[in-house]
Antibody, heavy 121, light 107 residues
């Protein structure tokens, strides 16, 4: 069974940093690209960042570019999101999701339950 | 960025009924649209991708149609477990963008 388990969320002050992790199991992690998607309280889904299976291709949403860094450790089956210079508008539930190749681009065929990040003083 | 507009925002229906949810893209995305279901306490679920391809394990009462800018998710003969939030997402180009969601509620 495919499982994605996020951790590392919490309450952090504006301007500080936080690092999320996503531990994958039930599939060959090194064969799949991965995404981070977030959902602010009461709002819809927002794609945040994407990384290919070998880390060769990385993409970010403009809202986080320059502040967030997506990375992975295939030996540890773990995806990361390093978040710096956090703002109140980064408050959200952060999901990791597996990429599945579609005829064009990728979709997300497996999701974790999310890690909650609250940015507040 | 491609803006995705979903309608309606809320939808009330009864088990056994059929419903449709619409998604409009701000520019053509060919057929590259996905639909997801979100329910409390459960992982988000991919239902449809490439506009009309049913994801493995998803019941055939779910179907997707459309191309270009206008897309529809149809659920025939609603089951109790179908009530929840539904999101569309374009997967034609980065940044991938989602609609604001449609809440399907029990009438």
């Amino acid at each position: 069974e495919v499982q994605l388990v996020e951790s590392g969320g919490g309450l952090v002050q504006p301007g500080r940093s936080l690092k999320l992790s996503c531990l994958a199991s039930g599939f060959t992690f090194s064969n799949y690209g991965m995404n981070w998607i977030r959902q602010a309280p009461g709002k819809g889904l927002e794609w945040v960042a994407s990384i290919s299976s070998s880390s060769s291709y990385i993409y970010y949403a403009d809202t986080v570019k320059g502040r967030f860094t997506i990375s992975r450790d295939n030996a540890k089956n773990t995806l990361y999101l390093q978040m710096t210079s956090l703002r109140s508008e980064d408050t959200a539930l952060y999901y990791c999701a597996r990429k599945m190749r579609a005829q064009s681009g990728y979709v997300m065929d497996a999701w974790g339950q999310g890690a909650s990040v609250t940015v507040s003083s | 960025d491609v803006q995705m507009t979903q309608s309606p925002y809320n939808l009330a229906a009864s088990p056994g009924e059929s419903v449709s949810i619409n998604c409009k893209a701000s520019k053509s995305i060919s057929k590259y649209l996905a639909w997801y279901q979100q329910k409390p306490g459960k992982a988000n679920k991919l239902l449809i991708y490439d506009g009309s391809t049913l994801q493995s394990g998803i019941p055939s009462r779910f179907s997707g149609s459309g191309s270009g800018t206008d897309f529809t998710l149809t659920i025939r003969s609603l089951e109790p477990e179908d009530f929840g939030l539904y999101y569309c997402q374009q997967h034609n180009e980065y940044p991938y963008t989602f609609g604001a969601g449609t809440k399907l509620e029990l009438k």
